[in-house]
């Protein structure tokens, strides 16, 4: 088996990933402990998976997984987008950036919510081959958030087709429907091309 590394220390998405790419016969790793992320100030998903990416190949020796995502509300012109981990600053939780969201979304009806969770996922190769998919899921924000799964925004977003929170799907249910299990399994025939 390869193995591939996975360029982020989220354990939420380490379990994640590992458990959408289950089809491919690759041995997903960590980061060596050594690494430090580089900063995610390209502006863009993809400047920013790749970045984490190629640092990571680099220093590992080996091919490497990496994502960037986040959340785009139309109504705010689509922001947070790739400083969704940073909207409420620069070491928010996860639930002060969905209070932000939600504070800045109050008085809005269900139709003026509308957004959609992007990922853009990249394999990287040492050599500096590239493989990159681009995913979306469309749903909307609620302003009271439901359920304890998942991370991040999950709580106060419902995919268009749910009545359920992504935090109140389970593991399987989300990764079916959600942007990263659909674009890291676009690179699964990209991961079985290692081997």
Not at 50 to 59: D, I, M
């Amino acid at each position: 088996m390869v193995r591939v590394a996975l360029a982020t220390k989220n354990p939420g998405k380490v379990r994640e990933i590992a458990a959408i790419i289950t089809d491919a016969p690759v041995e997903l790793v960590g980061p060596d402990p050594s690494w430090t992320p580089p900063p995610e100030d390209d502006g863009t998903y993809l400047g920013n998976a790749l970045e984490k990416a190629r640092s990571l190949a680099a220093a590992m020796g080996i091919p490497c997984l990496a994502d960037d995502s986040g959340i785009e509300v139309d109504a705010l012109g689509g922001r947070p987008g790739p400083r969704s981990a940073r909207f409420a600053g620069e070491d928010a939780t996860d639930a002060a950036n969905l209070t932000k969201l939600i504070d800045a979304l109050a008085g809005l009806s269900d139709e003026q919510r509308t957004a959609r969770y992007r990922c853009v996922a990249v394999l990287v190769t040492p050599d500096g081959a590239q493989c990159v998919a681009e995913e979306t899921v469309e749903g909307r924000i609620i302003l009271e958030p439901r359920g304890s799964g998942g991370f991040g925004y999950d709580p106060g977003f419902v995919a268009i087709g749910e009545t359920r929170t992504m935090a109140e799907l389970t593991p399987q249910e989300k990764d079916a429907i959600s942007h990263r299990g659909k674009a890291f399994r676009a690179l699964v025939p990209a991961l079985r091309a290692l081997t």
